[in-house]
């Protein structure tokens, strides 16, 4: 008998030391220096700043720093993981938003804020409407990754539609809300993690999105609703109007290496009209061949070869001049091992200056959300004309756009502001930002008008609305021409002590039974970590068998307390408090699970249900508290149903024994001769007394509770006769019912005629 064992699946997620390029421009920390512009217009959009945990027992605080005079906008409290805070800028005793129609002239002159937290936090704004679009940082302190939170905001007419960008191809999707109530206004909402349902289940490869390929993702974010995205391998996530009414937004766009500067996107441009999507490459290396692709029945077609690009220069297709709109997923490439950026937006340059608008933050040329060195697109002047600016003391001109910047936390920062085509020709001017505060790089229609040809035309020369800045410590900078539809996440200013990540080059795919090993790695990015925490957090549907902290350089072992939470439905493993992580030594959290077949309330899981692993690192690096995580999602799929087994003979004739055997290791075994007799062993043994067919099946449970069965067809006869010759053949044959059987199994030649003798 052979018995096959279930696969033993090693996942061998290694968290590798993390590079500068694992940040994006938008992005989780504990960290947040920012400006929330109003709305310009008396339309009731107003304008919210969206403060969201990636853990339980995050503490908050939202500052307003009073530059305006004003700080009633001030918030602080503890949210759960997914949970958000919201504050409209109108509320709170002054009005730094745009009146409604029929109220009183307001402020309106928006707010600047200090956000902290002790734990990952998202920091978004965004104003009431469904015109505008952004990309969604993931939990992990970057832009591509496995799990991701959207709170999604109020809007007028579509609720918000949601894309999913794959890098490989089988990348299962799950989408699932996890609110408990719908929010709208100010406060706190209400979610749970644990008690969610699910909206949308699909497996993508590269080149097929939710929006265009499968339309799934149009108009399935509810407002006032927060989901949670999972995949088994990592993904991009684009958030907002995709499809109806899109005509405002736009973004860095994250790249393969979760940055946005890299050497291969993925991305859609949204587009209400025909010609309005558009697209910027920025090049931060020299001989950088660079091509636009997209897909189109299971090819890339090109779009537009760029040639080869050198550092600093930038290039762009946009739909107004091409006169040609995609409804597909885009791919930029650049040279392997070169960086580039690449922007995609609409109504920008296809509209006029008026109410095209959009925020976004700037990539600078690491590819984090701080930098030294920028090239900004100055999307073009918008109307503005009705809000006042805090830092001038004056309103802002009728048109306007602006690159704001944000200056490092605890030192003055001293930044040159030039544009690009001239190096400072036409725009040149040197700021200094103090400690937390920030300035406005404000363009009138004319100033703007003035670094891209004179008349705001592609066609009429070679100059582009590009602005370099350079500083001397690590900044943030913003761009918007805000009128009355944006949406943004903001990027931390705090540049990372330490990080946790995952290696995508293993298998994400798993059954029940199969054991999961998971190995995870600290990067200490030079410095020591005090007061380290660790602790994971593991979905339902997976038993944790083990989880330890190794030190391999001292060969040393903290075993983890595991304990399930019956409340939040998931298993908490916790870690001694480690004074120091020393830089010279390398930590491995490595923790083995296996998947059940049967969640704890006893519901079974489904195909594709995407299980996670969390892990997080708290602790202190040069007397700022920091966190790190990294969620490890593995698809779940249903173990073949089917419990193989192995029979002596279907065609058997009365008392002869056959003898059963299963080919799956189980825990229970029942067997079920068709004729109401029963055994339960793994192998059984067994004689029919009487002539006929019979359905022998096989029945298995395993040690996680997953059923599996088959069955096959014996056939039992009487034995009419049986000749024995003396060359020693053997012949059987017998009957049922009217069907006689000959067997000549045991014979390698046969000579034999068959007469009919009716």
Known sequence: MIRLSFKTIILLAVLLLCSLQGFCVGEAGTYFNIFVAPNNEILGRDVAVVVTAMDDNTNFKISDTNEDGDNDDNAAGTLKAGQSYILFLRENGVNDDAPHAGEGVSKQDGDHFIITGNKLLLVSSSSIGEFQHNWLPATNKTSKGKKFFIYSNRVNLSPNDINVMAFEDGTVVNIRKISKATTLHSGYTNVSTSHDSLVLQRTLSKGKDLVYYFSEGKDILKPGETYMVTSNKDVTVQYGALYTNEHDGGGYVPSENGSSSGATFYFTVPFQDSAQQEVRIISWGNNNPVVLERYANGSWVMVKNFGTLSKNQTAEWVGKTSMQTYATVFRVRGSSGKRIS??????????????????????????????KNFLAYMPIPSKEDRVFNALTNSYMPKLATHAYIFGNKNRTVHVSVKDAYTNGTTINRSLTINAAGYADVMLDSLQWLSIFNGNGSLTTGPQRPYLSIKADDDVAVMVTNFNDNWMLHYGSRMVHGFELEDDDNYERDCHSGDTVRISSRVGHRGKKIHSASFKQLVDDGLVVISALLRDSTSSTILHGTIAYDSTERRTEVSFPLIEELDTTHIYFLETQVVPTCFFRNGIP????????????????????????????????HILDSQAPFTVSTKQAVLDEPIYFSSNRQATTYLWDFGNGQQASADTATYKYESAGNYTARLTTVNEWGCTASSSEIITVGDVVNSITTIEQAHVRIWSTGNTVYVDFDSEREIDAEIINLD
């Open 342 to 371: 690449v922007v995609e937006d609409n109504w920008i340059e296809t509209r006029k200056m008026l109410t095209s608008d959009l925020a976004m933050m700037v990539s600078p040329d690491n590819g984090t959300s701080a930098g």
């Open 605 to 636: 899981m489904e195909e594709n249900t995407n299980l996670n692993v969390e892990s997080f690192l708290n602790g202190t690096v040069d007397s700022a508290e920091e966190v790190a995580e990294v969620s490890m999602p593995i698809a779940y």
